[in-house]
Each structure stands twice: as structure tokens, then as C-alpha cells.
């Protein structure tokens, strides 16, 4: 898939070589989900991982006798699956699409064994789930800061 | 290219205290309300520029900055909100219709608006923020065709903390503004977004050279997306923030809300990011 555009988009690719940025894009598959479909389920096996083109999916998380509550929500350019790449590969949450919904997937397998023949790619591709991750333990901390409350 | 007109403020007396009655009162939300004020000494309207704020004096309890929150090209009506925090604000809280308060201003700078014209908006605002810009947005929707794309980015702490929520539906409706949504936790019914303002950047298209962004809110909020933006490309010079703190007489007399040489009430609220990125977010400025 070309996904040229999102390379600028999305601050994740940006330390990627265009080598590894174009093997990765060569391995996405276009996918379309309508809105309300459930993407995967926490504690699956997570076996595929996505970039969002367009829409936004909810990550929820149900609690004891509570109903699952969304948790946050992903939109465009962002890497959607951090679990495929580490022990115990299952998801920590479940992901379900709030509109309909353009992605490009990518099967864990195929990645993981590109990761294994290429130290480098392997990498490049820790370096962004690290960055991902990052990222949005850095937005939850913020918005535990309880920013909109009385300051 | 068409500039777009604004009208400039006319304080001639800065003490002076005018008496101004409430016309009406919305509850926005649990502990903010919206009161609109017409002027009850018979004199002119109290004309404004985005971004300025006059001092609210309730009779017998005190006296606290707000921004101004309506329409600049209506003066006629002066609309603040106010969130209840604590002796003061309760007490506008509290005004019905028919009371009359004391309000000196406006004061301070404004949104670059008008230097902005021909330009992309982004406009960033958190919780009570929304109130500071929703004049700069009046402004840009009046002269639309003045500006590129427009952008408007608002969070907030939950669904029923969201000001003004029947305009942001009307602007959710219009097909020449990007609005986009978020809340730090969502309830049953909401089906928006969920987390952080920043990773909605990602959604908006500009040109990084060839655009304005105005932000209102928490100053930790404005820091990080003025830090987004520049990695979006960016200059920062071309990034306003609005600064709410330690205003007391709100004419530069008192020394209160002084940051450096520069004193919040007469060279702010609005000021260029560039000039306080190493304060913001700090304790104290
Ligand atoms: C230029 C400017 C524009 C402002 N515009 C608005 C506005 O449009 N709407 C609005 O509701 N408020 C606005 N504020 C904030 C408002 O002035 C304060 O909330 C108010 O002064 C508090 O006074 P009080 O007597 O009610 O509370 P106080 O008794 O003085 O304070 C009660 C509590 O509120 C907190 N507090 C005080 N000041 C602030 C502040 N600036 N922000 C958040 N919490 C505060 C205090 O830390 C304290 O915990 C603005 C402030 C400035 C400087
Ligand atoms: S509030 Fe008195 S100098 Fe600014």
C-alpha cells in the first residue's frame, strides 16, 4: 500500500528509514469496517496490528459488573495494537470501530518474521510501538492531571 | 484578499466602574453559567476585540477578570461566562435577571484576528477556555471567506462539562469548519472522542506556513499542542496563548500579574507563545 502521506502525518514513522517505512507499507492490506464492529477482544491472541486512515475506534475495558467503558479513543494516524510485538501477545483491550472505518493492517506473523531475519527492522519497529506507547502514557497522565477541573 | 473588519475598544476612563444589568442567565453546566449584560448608565456599548476581558465587581463581595464571550459586532449585549470557584464567580454564579453589577474594561490584548486574515485557523481550547476564543470564533465564522481552513479543537473533563453545546453542533454542521470533540472520560450515550486534545491534530489539514492557531486553556494543555504544532512545521511566533493568571486591578497599576517586564492585564491575556514557551505550564509564571 502507499502510505506516503501518513509517514509526515503521523510523528510515530518519523525516525523510520525509507527502507524500512517502505517494506512496512509494502506488507499493509487496505481494510474497510463499518461502524460498530468489533476489531478484536481483550484477551484474544493479538495476531495483526493497524494504522488508522480515517474514523476513530474506541478502546474499552469492561470492569467488574460494570458495563465495557471507552477508555480512549484512537483516530487518524494512529498505531492501533501495541500487544502482537511482546509476551503474553493478547490484547489489554477491546477495540471497536465508533464510524465506519479505513485502516491498514498488518499480520503480526508477517511482520514478527520480518523482524526476526532483520535486527535493524526489528528495531525500527520497537522503537515504534516504545514511541506509541509513550505517547499515550504521557496523554494518560494528563488527563489523570484532571486538567479541566478547578486549576 | 479581503481584510476583515473589526471594531476597535474605546476605554477612556480605565477605572471607571459602569453599571451593567443582567439580561438573562444560561446554566452551561454544573458550575458554569453564561449572563448576559446590557449597560444601565444609558451610555455607549461596551465594544471589545476577541480575547479581552473586562473586571466583574459584584457589589459587597468583589471583583475578578472574565473574558468577554459573545459577538464582537454585537456590543449591544455583553455575554460572559463564568465557572463558580470560589467567593466571587459564586456570587455571579448566583445573579438572576434584573440585578446590576459594576464592570470596568475591556481590558488587554486580543487574538490576531485581523493579521491573521488569509490564513489557516486552528483554534485550541480546554474546559472553560472555550469561552476566551468563542468571540475569535465569531469573528472568523462572520468573514469566513477571509480565511483558509478552519479548524476548532476542544476538550474537555466529560460530556456534561461541554460549554455551549448547541453551537457546537451547528458548527459540527457546517461543511467550512473542522470540529472535533474530545472529553477525558465519556459516560453511556457519548460517542466522541475519548482522551487528550493532541493526538485530534493529526486530523486537521493546514498549512503550517500559512496559518494562525489561537489556544485557551490549561497551561499544560497549551504547551504541549504549541510543541505539536511546531513539529507539524509550524512557527511558533504564529502561535497565541491566552494567560489567566493574578489579575487585580486590570490596568498595570498594581504590579499583581507582573511576568518579567511585561504585565499579564495590559500586554496579555493574549500573547505570543514564543514570548512565555519557557514559563508555561510552571508553577508560577
Ligand atoms: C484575564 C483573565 C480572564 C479570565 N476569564 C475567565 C472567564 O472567562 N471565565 C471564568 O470563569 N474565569 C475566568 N478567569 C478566572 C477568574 O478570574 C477566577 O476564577 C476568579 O478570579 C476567581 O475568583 P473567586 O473570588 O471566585 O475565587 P477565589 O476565592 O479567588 O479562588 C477560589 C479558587 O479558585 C482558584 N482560582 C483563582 N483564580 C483562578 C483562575 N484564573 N483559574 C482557575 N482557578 C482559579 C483559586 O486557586 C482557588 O482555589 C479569568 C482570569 C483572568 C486573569
Ligand atoms: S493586575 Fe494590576 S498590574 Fe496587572
Redesign the pocket.
Known amino acids: 500500500m502507499n502510505l506516503d502521506a501518513w509517514r509526515e502525518r503521523s510523528p510515530m514513522f518519523e525516525e523510520m528509514s525509507d527502507e524500512h517505512f517502505a517494506f512496512l507499507a509494502s506488507l499493509a492490506e487496505e481494510r474497510e469496517v463499518p461502524g460498530g464492529a468489533t476489531l478484536f477482544r481483550v484477551n484474544t491472541p493479538a495476531d495483526r496490528f493497524y494504522l488508522v486512515l480515517e474514523g476513530t475506534v474506541a478502546l474499552k475495558i469492561a470492569g467488574p459488573s460494570k458495563p465495557p467503558m471507552t477508555i480512549q479513543t484512537v483516530g487518524e494516524g494512529a498505531l492501533l495494537g501495541l500487544s502482537w510485538h511482546l509476551p503474553p501477545y493478547r490484547w489489554q483491550w477491546t477495540a471497536e470501530t465508533r464510524e465506519p472505518c479505513r485502516f491498514a493492517e498488518f499480520d503480526a506473523n508477517e511482520v514478527l518474521a520480518a523482524c526476526e531475519t532483520d535486527s535493524d527492522f526489528d528495531n525500527a519497529m520497537l522503537r515504534i510501538i516504545a514511541r506509541e506507547a509513550g505517547r499515550r502514557l504521557h496523554n494518560v497522565r494528563i488527563q489523570l492531571l484532571d486538567l479541566y477541573g478547578?486549576? | 484578499m479581503v481584510v476583515a473588519p473589526l471594531i476597535t475598544d474605546t476605554v477612556t476612563e480605565p477605572m471607571m466602574l459602569r453599571p451593567f444589568e443582567v439580561t438573562a442567565v444560561t446554566q452551561e453546566t454544573h458550575d458554569?453559567w453564561t449572563l448576559d449584560l446590557k449597560v444601565a448608565d444609558g451610555g455607549d456599548d461596551l465594544r471589545f476585540r476577541p480575547g479581552q476581558?473586562t473586571m466583574m465587581y459584584v457589589f459587597g463581595v468583589?471583583e475578578?477578570?472574565?473574558?468577554i464571550?459573545g459577538n464582537p459586532s454585537h456590543p449591544e449585549t455583553l455575554v460572559?461566562?463564568?465557572?463558580a470557584?470560589?467567593?466571587?464567580?459564586?456570587a455571579i454564579c448566583a445573579l438572576r435577571p434584573g440585578t446590576v453589577i459594576g464592570i470596568r474594561g475591556p481590558y488587554?490584548s486580543s487574538w490576531p484576528v485581523v493579521a491573521a486574515t488569509g490564513r489557516d485557523i486552528i483554534i485550541v481550547a480546554g474546559g472553560?477556555g472555550l469561552?476566551?476564543v468563542r468571540p475569535a470564533i465569531y469573528h472568523v465564522l462572520e468573514h469566513r471567506e477571509s480565511y483558509g481552513s478552519v479548524s476548532i479543537v476542544y476538550g474537555s473533563r466529560t460530556p456534561s462539562d461541554l460549554l455551549y453545546i448547541d453551537e457546537i453542533h451547528d458548527w459540527k454542521s457546517r461543511f467550512d469548519l473542522n470540529v472535533q470533540i474530545t472529553v477525558d472520560r465519556g459516560d453511556g450515550t457519548w460517542m466522541g472522542d475519548v482522551g487528550v486534545v493532541t493526538p485530534l491534530l493529526n486530523r486537521l489539514s493546514f498549512d503550517a506556513n500559512h496559518a494562525a492557531a489561537i489556544l485557551c486553556g490549561p497551561e499544560i494543555m497549551m504547551r504541549v499542542i504549541a510543541k505539536e504544532l511546531a513539529r507539524r512545521g509550524m512557527p511558533t511566533a504564529d502561535v497565541s496563548v491566552s494567560l489567566?493568571?493574578?489579575?487585580k486591578c486590570g490596568v498595570g497599576f498594581c504590579g499583581h500579574c507582573q511576568i518579567g517586564a511585561s504585565f499579564?492585564c495590559k500586554d496579555g491575556?493574549v500573547v505570543a507563545y514564543d514570548d512565555v514557551a519557557d514559563r508555561l505550564g510552571m508553577e508560577e509564571l
Open positions: 478547578r486549576e | 458554569t476581558f468583589g475578578v477578570p472574565i473574558s464571550a460572559h461566562t463564568v465557572r470557584v470560589g467567593a466571587v464567580t459564586n488587554g472553560i469561552a476566551p489567566e493568571r493574578n489579575v499579564i491575556p
